[in-house]
C-alpha cells in the first residue's frame, strides 16, 4: 500500500474514534450507542444461553422428579446439596481472593461507584458456582448469574474499546438486561428492573440501548428454547370484586411474611460474614439435604413449589409444610453464600403464600376454588415487589411469564398494602442495599456527581487549545496572539502547565503566571473533574486520548459549572 494511503486509512480510523467517543461522551440517544449495545447483547446473551443450556444438560441427571420421600431415602441425589457445597468451594479456592464478590448486590456497587466496570476474572467463579448451585438444587434463583454475567460481557468490551466511562455504564445496564431477557424470556420486565432496581433512574438515552438489548436477549432465547412463557399452565381468571376485601387481607399478609423472610435472611448474612467459607457452604448444603429429604418440593428454584402449589385440590398441610421448608432452604442457601439470585425462590414462596390463603378463604367463600392459580401468582408478585423494593418490575415480569393480562389488578391491589405494611411498619429494606451495608460495599452517590456521572468530559472539553515551548517570550508572544485560547507549556519535570497573565491591582501592569495542571483520561466523566476541581473551586484539567496519548483538550470550573447550570445534571 501507498505511503500516502496509510497515511490517510490511519487519519481516517483515528477521526472514527475522536467521533465515536466525542458522540457517546454525551448524554443523548445516538445511533452509535443503541448499535454499540446490540453488539453487546448478541455477545452477553451468548453467554446466557450457553449457561442455560448446559443447566438445562445437568438438570436431566439431578432433577427430582417423584415427590414421595420414601423413594428418595436411598437416592444418591438427596446429597446433591452437599456435592454441590464442595464443588462451589473448590471453585472459591481456585479462584483469586481478589474476585471473589459476585451476585446482585455487588453488580449494584459497581454500576453506582465504579460506573459498572466488573473485573472479567470473576466470570469464570460466578458461571460454574451458580452453575452448580442451581444444578445441585439449592434454593436460588437463575437471575443473579443472568445479572453477573451479563453484567461483565458488556462492561469488559466497552473497556476494552476505551469507551466513555458515561457509556460504559449504559453497556452494562444493557447487557443486564439481556441476561435478564433471555434467561426468563421476559424483555419487558428486564428492561423495568434494570430501570428501577439497578440504575434507579429513567432516562430516555438508557431506555432505547437498553430495550434493544432486551429484545436480542428474547430472540436469542426463543430461538434456542422456544417461545417458552415460564407460568402460562397457571390457570388466570378475572376475579369478581365480591373477592377484593379478601384480596386486601392477603396484601397485608404478604406484607408481613416478606418482612419476616427479610429479616431472616439478612440476620444469617450478617452473622455469617466471618465464618470460613467451607463452613457456611457445607451448613447450607447439609440443611437443603435435610429439607429435601422430607420435603423435595421446597428446594430448586421454584419449579416444584409452584406445581404443588397449582395443583388441584391442594392440601393446606402440606402447602404450609413446603412454605416453611421453602423459606428455611432459601434463607439457609442465600445467608450462607450459595451464589444465585432470589427472584426464584421468592416466586416459589409467593405461589405456596398466595395457594395457602386461597385454600384457607375457601372454606368460607367456596367460589374462591377457580381462582387458586390467580391467588398464587399474585403472591409471587408481591413477594417480589416487596423483597426487592421493585414492585413494577414484579407486576410487569409476572405479566409476561404468566402471558396474561388478568392479573394486573388485582396484583397492584394486594402490592401496595403489601409494601405498605412491610416497608412503614416493619421498616423493611430492599435486600440487595443491606446487603451492600453488611458487606460494606459503597453505593451512594450524591445528586450533583450522578449527574455529571452521565456526560464524558469530550462533550464538552475545550479543543481550542494551543501548546507552547517553555519560554516567556515565546509564551508571551502566544498570549497577545490568541487571545483568548488556553496556552498550555511543559515544565522542566515535563508536568503541564497553563499561563495567564495576572492583572495587578493597579490595573496597569500584568505578570506571567504558570499553573500546575491535572490530566484526566478522555474516558472519564464530568464528575472526576468536579472531583479534581471543586475543592477550590477554580481551575483546569486537561484531558488526555487513551489511544495515543496525546493531549485534545482542556476543561475549566468555568466549563464546568456551565455545564451544571445547563439544566442537563
Not at 426463543?222 to 386486601?248: C, E, T, W
Not at 406445581?307 to 442465600?334: D, M, R, W, Y
Not at 405479566?399 to 405494611?421: G, K, Q, R
Not at 435486600?431 to 464524558?456: D, P, W
Amino acid at each position: 500500500m501507498p505511503l500516502s494511503n496509510k497515511k490517510l486509512t490511519i487519519t481516517w480510523d483515528k477521526n472514527v474514534r475522536t467521533s465515536l467517543k466525542d458522540t457517546l461522551s454525551q448524554a443523548k440517544v445516538s445511533v452509535q450507542l443503541c448499535l454499540l449495545a446490540l453488539v453487546f447483547a448478541l455477545i452477553a446473551s451468548t453467554v446466557i444461553v450457553i449457561f442455560r443450556s448446559l443447566l438445562v444438560w445437568l438438570d436431566s441427571f439431578t432433577q427430582n422428579q417423584r415427590f414421595d420421600f420414601t423413594d428418595l431415602i436411598d437416592d444418591w441425589r438427596v446429597l446433591l446439596p452437599i456435592f454441590g457445597a464442595l464443588l462451589i468451594w473448590i471453585i472459591a479456592k481456585m479462584g483469586s481472593k481478589r474476585y471473589k464478590r459476585m451476585g446482585i448486590a455487588y453488580v449494584l456497587h459497581r454500576v453506582k461507584l465504579h460506573y459498572g466496570k466488573i473485573p472479567l476474572a470473576s466470570a469464570p467463579a460466578q458461571f460454574f458456582q451458580a452453575l452448580f448451585a442451581l444444578a445441585s438444587q439449592f434454593s436460588v434463583g437463575r437471575e443473579g448469574p443472568a445479572i453477573h454475567l451479563g453484567a461483565v460481557s458488556a462492561s469488559v468490551l466497552a473497556e476494552k474499546l476505551k469507551l466513555p466511562d458515561n457509556s460504559v455504564r449504559i453497556m452494562c445496564a444493557s447487557g443486564i438486561a439481556a441476561g435478564i431477557s433471555a434467561i426468563f424470556n421476559a424483555p419487558l420486565a428486564a428492561v423495568i428492573f434494570v430501570l428501577e432496581v439497578i440504575l434507579r433512574e429513567y432516562k430516555i438515552h438508557y431506555f432505547f440501548p437498553i430495550t434493544i438489548s432486551a429484545i436480542c436477549g428474547a430472540l436469542s432465547s426463543r430461538l434456542v428454547f422456544g417461545n417458552i412463557h415460564v407460568f402460562d399452565q397457571i390457570s388466570v381468571m378475572k376475579i369478581p370484586l365480591s373477592q377484593y376485601p379478601v384480596l386486601a387481607i392477603s396484601g397485608l399478609i404478604l406484607g408481613c411474611v416478606a418482612a419476616f423472610f427479610n429479616f431472616s435472611l439478612l440476620t444469617l448474612t450478617e452473622k455469617s460474614q466471618k465464618w470460613p467459607l467451607l463452613q457456611r457452604l457445607l451448613i447450607a448444603g447439609i440443611l437443603t439435604s435435610i429439607i429435601g429429604l422430607f420435603l423435595p418440593q421446597a428446594i430448586g428454584s421454584n419449579e416444584h413449589a409452584i406445581s404443588e402449589a397449582i395443583q388441584a385440590n391442594p392440601s393446606i398441610t402440606l402447602l404450609i409444610a413446603i412454605l416453611i421448608g421453602k423459606i428455611f432452604a432459601t434463607v439457609a442457601a442465600v445467608g450462607l453464600g450459595i451464589p444465585g439470585g432470589l427472584i426464584g425462590p421468592l416466586y416459589g414462596i409467593g405461589a405456596l403464600l398466595g395457594a395457602i390463603i386461597a385454600v384457607f378463604f375457601q372454606q368460607w367463600f367456596p367460589s374462591m376454588t377457580p381462582f387458586i392459580g390467580l391467588y398464587a401468582i399474585i403472591g409471587m408478585t408481591a413477594m417480589m415487589g416487596v423483597c426487592l423494593s421493585a414492585p413494577l418490575a414484579a407486576l410487569v415480569a409476572l405479566i409476561e411469564l404468566s402471558d396474561n393480562t388478568a392479573i394486573i389488578l388485582p396484583s397492584m391491589f394486594v402490592i401496595i398494602p403489601a409494601f405498605l405494611i412491610s416497608h412503614q411498619l416493619f421498616k423493611t429494606k430492599s435486600i440487595f442495599f443491606r446487603q451492600l451495608e453488611i458487606m460494606k460495599l459503597g453505593f451512594k452517590v450524591t445528586a450533583v456527581n450522578l449527574g455529571l456521572q452521565k456526560i464524558g468530559v469530550r462533550a464538552i472539553m475545550n479543543k481550542n487549545f494551543i501548546i507552547v515551548k517553555n519560554d516567556n517570550a515565546h509564551l508571551l508572544e502566544a498570549l497577545n496572539e490568541q487571545p483568548g485560547r488556553p496556552i498550555l507549556t511543559y515544565n522542566q519535570q515535563g508536568e503541564v502547565e497553563i499561563v495567564e497573565l495576572e492583572l495587578h491591582s493597579s490595573h496597569t501592569e500584568t505578570t506571567l503566571i504558570k499553573r500546575k495542571v491535572n490530566g484526566l483520561s478522555d474516558t472519564c466523566t464530568l464528575s472526576e473533574v468536579y472531583q479534581q476541581l471543586s475543592t477550590q473551586r477554580r481551575g483546569n484539567v486537561f484531558i488526555i486520548d487513551q489511544t495515543n496519548q496525546n493531549i485534545v483538550g482542556i476543561i475549566s470550573w468555568e466549563d464546568l459549572q456551565s455545564e451544571i447550570k445547563a439544566e442537563q445534571i
